[in-house]
């Protein structure tokens, strides 16, 4: 479980060496033979928002990857989910972060995805976002439905948050595009703009923490709170049965007590035809060495063997079940 150390100089290679991202170059493996190896190659991770922990973790299991097999692995920078899986369909990344709602869409052609099924298939169920829904203290806003006529940064274009955002404002009675000055912003933009007090408020799906969220939080204290909207989830299982109750605990942001929230898991993706073989070893790899991906980020933490497969809509690719079985 320890034997490989991420060094941390190590991941700022993997990190940096990262942002071209770029099409797949790898050998197939044997996976006639029912083998669980990775040949040798180079595969491409799409990640997300710089701060967020899609950007932290994919470049841990890029190191990881690259330390353990035969694989050259990279991890890029993107907007996330629903770019991610726009550019792993398109071969521009081999193996993709996504949100269980957008890679559901994709697998069923509705929302993001609307009469576009995607050829996607998973390698696992791995930890759970939160929703974090905050807002500056004195712009008078209570619950999403008081963000009628605010500036809300409503996450990257093509991202999970964005996906989520809009729907909890459907939710909540409010049109994005004509109720809310929606500020289409990647995190750290967001969370300068917060700071400068020029937008409300903004929404972010990510694992906890999220080291941008930290420093804001910490940066501002109580000139910003954080709304709950767990009344929401009745109406967001309507749109996909994937959201879950969530709880974004006090200690991890400082906050004055718990706030309840809206959570949904995170998946990892690949094309239908990944080789078995990759994706055999790399499952394996993600929770053999969960230890060291705990060391990247605290989110890898709930990374657990006995959930992994709980990808449904998405069809669980071969290779990883056979991992996962073997497990």
């Given at each position: 479980m320890r034997s490989t150390k991420i060094a941390a100089g190590a991941l700022v290679v993997a990190m940096a060496a990262a942002a071209c991202g770029g099409k797949q170059d790898r050998e197939p493996a044997g996976d006639e033979a029912g083998g669980c190896e990775a040949a040798e190659g180079r595969i491409t991770i799409a990640t997300g928002n710089t701060g967020g922990v899609y950007y932290t973790l994919g470049g841990g299991l890029a190191?990881?990857?690259?330390?353990?097999?035969?694989?050259?692995a990279s991890a890029a920078e993107t907007g996330a989910s629903v770019q991610n899986i726009q550019q792993l369909v398109a071969g521009d990344y081999d193996i993709?972060?996504?949100l269980a709602d957008s890679a559901a869409d994709a697998v069923e052609g509705s929302g993001s995805f609307e009469g576009k099924p995607q050829d996607i298939t998973a390698l696992a169920r791995i930890y759970s976002n939160f929703t974090h829904v905050i807002v500056r203290a004195d712009a008078g806003i209570d619950s999403v439905a008081d963000m009628r006529g605010k500036s809300i940064s409503t996450g990257s274009p093509k991202s999970g948050t964005e996906v989520i955002a809009n729907r909890l404002l459907k939710a909540a009675g409010l049109d994005p595009t004509t109720d809310v000055s929606a500020?289409?912003?990647?995190l750290r933009q967001t969370v300068d703009q917060m700071k400068a007090g020029q937008i409300d408020g903004l929404f972010w799906s990510g694992g906890?923490?999220?080291?941008?969220i930290t420093d804001l939080t910490t940066s501002l204290g109580a000139e910003v709170s954080f709304v709950d909207i767990s009344d929401l989830l009745p109406a967001m299982r309507e749109l996909n049965p994937v959201y879950e109750e969530g709880t974004l605990a006090a200690d991890?942001?400082?906050?004055?007590?718990d706030v309840d929230t809206i959570a949904v898991p995170n998946m990892l993706l690949v094309r239908e035809d990944f080789g078995a073989g990759e994706a055999c070893a790399i499952t394996n790899l993600i929770f053999d060495k969960k230890a060291d991906l705990v060391k990247v980020h605290k989110a890898a933490?709930?990374?657990d063997r006995a959930t992994a497969t709980e990808t449904d809509p998405v069809p669980l690719h071969p290779g990883a079940r056979r991992a996962l079985d073997q497990g």
């Open positions: 190191q990881l990857i690259s330390d353990n097999t035969e694989l050259n993709a972060f996504s500020q289409r912003l990647a906890l923490p999220t080291p941008e991890t942001y400082g906050l004055p007590e933490d709930e990374l």
